[in-house]
């Protein structure tokens, strides 16, 4: 399936995954400790299909049931990242396609995804904008909910994710979430993937120490 919009996504993950090589370089870093997710949400099935012509694994989506049409192609070695809001009655959907939740911060959330599965990789989102509206648990807790987490039989903590506030310079804020993961390993040392990074922002967050970036529209185009 090599056509126009392939050429066009070949290209754009390439420069892509140059930028991520060259911010790694940049701070010191290897490149093989980045992990690109490309997000494709709102992106039909064939776009997908090319990516993984082009040899990409990693896929994030936002929505549980558009997730969960995406992961049912089964594509070989696909890994299925979730990176949306939670929602309590769709757990039982999310367990079933995604690999990596991103996106937990919340303890009954947490509970609800150990009764279903076997083991499940997860994150904890951090808010990094006070306001806890966007998603993510304030800094101060998350330890405490780490700590639940690691006593739950069916969920292996992987580490922690972040968006950066809109209204704030990325850097700024991906230099607090640097503060905030190395607190945070030095306690958990095991949970040391750090997801952080989107379009306009993931070289900011490489030099800040992300090992999973998030990009979508700088790779498929813009979301209508
Ligand atoms: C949509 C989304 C992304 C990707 O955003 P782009 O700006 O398209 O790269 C990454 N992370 C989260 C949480 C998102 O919602």
Redesign the pocket.
């Known amino acids: 399936m090599v056509d126009q919009r392939q050429r066009e996504i070949a290209e754009n993950l390439e420069s892509v995954r140059a930028r991520i090589t060259s911010a790694a370089k940049s701070s010191g870093r290897n490149s093989d400790e980045i992990t690109l997710i490309v997000?494709t949400?709102t992106y039909p099935v064939e776009d997908i299909q090319r990516l993984h012509g082009l040899g990409q694994r990693h896929f994030?989506e936002?929505r549980i049931l558009e997730g969960a049409e995406k992961a049912a192609m089964r594509l070989p070695d696909a890994i299925w990242h979730f990176?949306?809001q939670i929602q309590s009655n769709k757990i039982k959907d999310l367990v079933n396609w995604a690999d990596v939740i991103h996106s937990l911060d919340d303890l009954r959330h947490a509970e609800k995804i150990n009764e279903r599965v076997d083991v499940k990789k997860v994150l904890i989102q951090v808010s990094l904008d006070g306001e806890l509206h966007r998603g993510g648990v304030a800094p101060d807790h998350i330890h405490e909910l780490a700590e639940e987490i690691i006593g739950m039989s069916h969920l292996e903590l992987k580490g922690l994710m972040a968006?950066a506030p809109l209204e704030e310079e990325p850097d700024m804020a991906f230099s607090r979430l640097a503060t905030i993961f190395q607190r945070f390993i030095r306690d958990f040392p095991q949970c040391n993937w750090l997801s952080a990074g989107?379009?306009?922002d993931f070289e900011s967050a490489i030099s800040h120490g992300a090992t999973h970036v998030?990009?979508?529209?700088?790779i498929l185009g813009k979301?209508s």
Request: aromatic content about 0%.
């Open positions: 997000v949400k994030g936002n990176q949306g968006v989107m379009s306009n998030r990009v979508g529209s700088s979301r």
